[in-house]
C-alpha cells in the first residue's frame, strides 16, 4: 500500500487536546486536524435547548449536540467522510416528534445506550465513520450554567440555563456550574494531562470555554499539560460579551482562573483594537501574542480553517518566553 502524503503544515508528532464546544470548537478542530492525528476534543456538556436539550430530559443523558459537532468536524475529507458529515448534521423536519433532531444526536443516544457508556460509545461512532481523532466529554454528567446577568437601570437577575445565557439580553458578569463537582470522566483528565499542547477557545466565551476552567479537576489537568493556546473570537457575542475588548476575554478566564499560564494567545488583527492593552494582559500570564489574520474572507465571523492551522503551527513552533506581538 502507498504511504500517505504528509499534510505540508503538519508538525508531528503532537498530542493536541482542543477544549470547547459548539461552532467555535468545530472550527478550532478543523484546523488541528491539519497538524496532527493525535487529537482529541473535549467537549461541553452544558446545553440545554433544541434537539439535545429535548433528549437530555427525556432520556437523562449528557447533550448531544456539541458532541456530535465535534464528531463531524473530525470526519475524514473524503467522499466517505464527507458524506458521514451530513447524515451527523442531518436534521429532520416533520410534523412529528422527530421534529428539529439531528441525526447524529440520535445515533449518539442509541450508541451510549448500547455500550452503557458515553466514552465507549463515542468511540465506538468514532471507529464506525471513521474520524481523525478522538471526542470525549467534559465531564461525566450534565451541567447546569448559571449566570448573574446585569441590565441598565435593573438590578441584577439570575439566568439559568446555556440556552438562555446565550441569548441573554444585558451583560454577563459572573457564571457557575451546578453541580460544581460533577462527576469527572477518566479519559478526559488523562487526554489533557497527557497532551503536548492544550487549545482553549475559540467559541461562546461563558458557556463553551470558561467552563473547562470552573472545574477543579479539569483545571488542575490543563495546568499540567505540556502547553497551553488561548484562541481568541473574532468579534463580540450578543448577549455574553456585549462590550468587551479582545484584553477582556483574557482577563475574564484569568479572574475564574489566577494560575492560568498559557503559552501563547492567538487573535485577528482585524478586531483587535485593544492591541497594547491585549499585550500586556497576555505578558501578566507569561503568553506572547500572536497576530494572524485567520478570520474567512466571506464576511462572517467565521475562522478559516487552512488560516487557523497556520497560525496554530507558528504557535506552537515559536519559543514562548520573552516572546512579544508577531504581526
Known sequence: MAERALD????EPLKIVALGGG??????LLALRHLTPDLTAVVTVADDGGSSGRLRQEMGILPPGDLRMALASLCD???RGRAWHDILQHRFVTDGDLDGHALGNLLIAAAWQHAGSAVRGLDQIGELIGVRGRVLPMVAEPLVIEADVTRRGQADIVVRGQSRVAVTSGRVSNVRLLPQEPEMCTETIEAIRAADWVVLGPGSWYTSVLPHLQVR????????????ALTLNLQQ??????????A????VLREVDPDLRPDVVVADPGWVDDVGQL????AELGAGLL???VRADDGTARHDPLRLAAAYRDAFSATWGDVAREA
Do not use: C, K, M
Open 279 to 282: 499585550e500586556e494582559v497576555a
Open 217 to 228: 479537576q479539569l483545571r488542575e489537568a490543563i495546568h499540567a499539560a505540556g502547553h497551553l
Open 237 to 246: 457575542q450578543e448577549g455574553e460579551t456585549d462590550g468587551f475588548t479582545a
Open 77 to 79: 475529507d473524503t467522499p
Open 23 to 28: 461552532h467555535g470548537l468545530a472550527a478550532s
Open 291 to 293: 497576530l494572524r489574520q
Open 248 to 251: 477582556d476575554h483574557v482577563r
Open 8 to 11: 505540508p503544515l503538519r508538525i
